[in-house]
């Protein structure tokens, strides 16, 4: 059946979700692992995973950096660090923002980034100025980068970037979120769908990450630093006697 026959519900949204998530996580399973085997070798050299989306790729980045399950030695960057730690005007901030090469910088400065550091970005689009630069420079400094978008949605897309470039462009290792171009999965009559499944998916990917990096060392004889829930009984106890261990290196509540 063709997609713009199938029926608009909620049910037929999960046959398409189910469907994209058993691709994306078929396909990008070599991706996975090259992303685990990278960011392992930071951590176990004491180095910290930074994570950067903007947009909705933000709830890429809140599922990589502090929440239970996920490591310890992660840091969210989001734009709004302009405001809240570097001191800019909150009406700097806009749907705009994302599009300018420049801000990457201030973010860069701002981050406590360490030497050994990795970084995870993600951009369904994957050529907004800001993203675009800010791996460029990521790569400059010589830090690992993994790199979550859309391949079908990229590459219908012109870079906004000066340079031309996209994300994926600049990444150790990409993984494709199988997002159709537009995100959207439900055609409407008419034009335009409902339905996106990128963060669905990029959530996948992020949590898969996760869990192949504390495989991996585990394999190594290593206790992995991993975040309890703060809403269980001595979660708040493990968790602050870990994050002690990357005193200034991370950020939370922001």
């Known amino acids: 059946m063709d997609a713009r026959d199938m029926p608009l ?15 994306v996580a078929e396909s990008q399973r070599e991706a996975v692992g090259r992303a685990a085997d990278l960011i392992a070798e930071a951590v176990r050299a ?19 950096a502090g929440r239970a399950g996920g490591l310890v030695p992660t840091n969210r960057i989001a734009l709004r660090d302009l405001v809240l730690v570097g001191g800019a005007p909150a009406d700097v901030l806009g749907p705009l923002l994302e599009r300018d090469p420049a801000v990457a910088h ?43 978008t859309s391949a079908q949605h990229s590459g219908q897309m012109t870079s ?15 993984l494709d979120n199988g997002a159709p171009y537009g995100d959207a999965t439900l055609p409407l009559p ?17 949590q898969q990450i996760t869990v192949e ?24 106890e493990h968790n602050n006697a870990l994050e002690a261990r990357y005193a200034g290196r991370i950020r939370r509540g922001s």
Do not use: C, Q, W
């Open 9 to 23: 519900s909620a049910d037929e949204f999960l046959t398409v979700v189910t469907a994209t998530m058993n691709r």
């Open 46 to 64: 004491d180095g910290v995973v930074h994570a950067f989306g903007t947009g909705h790729s933000e709830a890429l980045a809140m599922e990589i």
């Open 106 to 148: 201030r973010l860069y400065e701002l981050a406590p980034v360490g030497p050994r550091d990795v970084f995870v970005l993600a951009s369904n689009s994957g050529v907004n100025g800001a993203m675009v630069e800010f791996a460029s420079l990521v790569r400059e400094k010589g830090h690992g980068l993994v790199a979550i």
């Open 160 to 174: 906004r970037h000066p340079s031309g470039r996209k994300l994926a462009d600049f990444a150790d290792v990409v």
């Open 190 to 206: 008419g034009g335009g769908a409902v339905g996106a499944v990128s963060s669905i998916t990029a959530a996948l990917l992020a």
């Open 213 to 236: 990096v504390v495989a991996r060392l585990l394999a190594a004889g290593e206790r992995p630093p991993v975040y309890l829930s703060a809403n269980i009984a001595g979660g708040d």
